[in-house]
């Protein structure tokens, strides 16, 4: 529960700030070009730094790293919920994504630790599993509910009392057995792959307003490839590697860790569109509008503790992975035949359940093969590097599917908009009916990016039906050692 606690902060920190953001910004008066830095200040400290602060807990230990996380992350959230100005807001979520990049690799690294094997791992996997596949969802709601009946403030400040909670409870129950070897830190290894990934997460967020044409994107995208594959090399080249490759050669780990890119790169899209369809669309206030996300909520949970964590210790981790992403693949396919009409039963609940409980098939059994068999020297390492696929893939889903829906709703819009002057003979649209175009132009946007997230998890269940091969009862099988370094090493 404490690992829970803790994991559910990070995640939801990432969509919690969505729904106050525009209380946000009028409150501080913040521009409409600068807003996005609440969000894109996160996700950059957060998705760059992931692989530096799982070595550093493999360095200093992981529940001491945790607990730092834990103690950074409330004293961000604090200075956040208290700005007075757009710049302090900018710089306390860069600070909470830093030490969320502490405090992920750290919790999911405990947990790998704590849990080595049998049915207990399954069960902590699969809570595990649910929160990170509805922590999103839940952050949603929690943003909802804090913005509209206290202040958009409390959807920061609301971390700082369940941070000293878990700290407290981190004291007293959670244990590290120290490793005897010492790890070293890779400093340029750092350099290179933070570099690295805050160019890609970088790009991305800019790809939303400026396009993925735009010199600035391309430049950080082509710089932050350069850097992953000079970072890659050196890996091979290092005494100590940051990220020793025999980790991402692994054909099952790689194959979990391409799996949850994937799915949260066609998953991410959902959260944003739906958010807009109820408030834009629908009307829904913003309590309305997050709570209309909890039976996707629950659905994850039933398939992630109820299903996944039975069956997780019996059956190849394939067999759910796969049926999970078809699943979730049917219910983002459901959503492409959505309207400007209300829809939420006949659409929108069927497809939340069916994303919901293929999610839980999916991230419980994907997370328990990417930490399964790893040298506890590696362990938080290889937990960051399940963050970062998931961090990456949630930067790549966001700004590539917004760009396909809006270049679909401009085209669609610019289509009915020529065709109804034509046919009113040139005069001017009643506001009613301009206003019912632009409805069906967002929802036409909507539907073709949802669409492409469908694929996108088809091609997920490819993934990991190709890829992970591992037998069943995978949760138990014993740890790996690291294999010896070179023999003669690049000494840094």
Not at 365 to 389: C, E, I, K, Y
Request: with cysteine; hydrophobic share 55%; proline share 5%.
């Amino acid at each position: 529960m404490v690992i829970a606690t803790a994991q559910l902060m990070v995640v939801l920190d990432a969509t919690i700030v969505n729904i106050a953001l525009p209380s946000a910004q009028r409150d501080l008066g913040m521009s409409d070009a600068d807003r996005q830095w609440v969000i894109t200040a996160y996700t950059l400290a957060f998705g760059g730094l992931l692989l530096l602060g799982g070595r550093i807990a493999d360095l200093v230990g992981r529940k001491r790293t945790f607990m730092i996380g834990l103690v950074g992350f409330a004293v961000a959230s604090g200075l956040g919920g208290a700005a007075t100005g757009s710049a302090l807001l900018f710089g306390a979520r860069a600070l909470q994504g830093a030490f969320a990049a502490l405090l992920a690799p750290s919790a999911l690294s405990l947990l790998t630790t704590t849990f080595p094997g049998g049915k207990e791992r399954s069960k902590a996997f699969g809570i595990y599993g649910a929160i990170a596949g509805g922590g999103a969802a839940i952050g949603l709601i929690a943003g909802g509910l804090l913005t509209e009946y206290l202040t958009w403030r409390w959807c920061l400040y609301v971390n700082v009392p369940v941070a000293l909670v878990a700290l407290t409870a981190a004291a007293v129950f959670l244990r590290d057995r120290p490793e005897r070897k010492r790890v070293f830190l890779d400093v340029p290894g750092a350099v290179l792959g933070c570099g690295g990934l805050v160019a890609i997460v970088y790009g991305c967020a800019e790809a939303e307003p400026r396009g993925w044409g735009d010199a600035l994107v391309v430049g950080l995208l082509v710089a932050g490839v350069a850097l992953l594959a000079v970072f890659a090399w050196w890996q091979t080249r290092a005494r100590h590697p940051l990220l020793p490759l025999h980790i991402v050669r692994d054909r099952n780990r790689g194959g979990a860790f391409l799996t949850m890119a994937l799915a949260v790169i066609a998953m991410f899209g959902m959260f944003l569109f739906l958010t807009y369809y109820f408030q834009t669309v629908l009307g829904y206030s913003p309590v309305r509008a997050g709570l209309a996300f909890l039976p996707m909520v629950a659905a994850i949970v039933v398939g992630s503790t109820q299903i996944s964590a039975r069956l997780l210790h019996r059956v190849p981790p394939r067999f759910l992975m796969v049926p999970g992403a078809l699943l979730a693949a049917a219910g983002l396919f459901t959503l492409t035949f959505l309207t400007a009409r209300p829809a939420y039963v006949s659409h929108v609940l069927p497809a939340e359940l069916l994303v919901g409980l293929g999610m839980g098939l999916t991230f419980m059994p994907v997370m328990a093969t990417a930490t399964t068999g790893v040298a506890r020297q590696d362990s938080g390492v290889t937990s960051a590097t399940v963050n970062t696929s998931q961090q990456v893939g949630g930067s790549i889903g966001t700004a590539l599917l917004n760009t396909i829906a809006t270049s679909a709703s401009a085209a669609y819009l610019a289509d009915r908009l020529a065709e109804a002057a034509r046919t009113s003979g040139g005069h001017q649209l009643p506001p009613a009916v301009r206003e019912a175009l632009v409805k069906d132009g967002v929802v036409h946007g909507f539907t073709a990016a949802i669409g492409t997230g469908s694929v996108i998890m088809l091609v997920a269940a490819l993934v990991a039906g190709a890829m992970v091969t591992a037998p069943g009862s995978a949760s138990a099988l014993p740890e790996k050692p690291a294999p010896e370094p070179p023999t003669r090493p690049v000494r840094y």
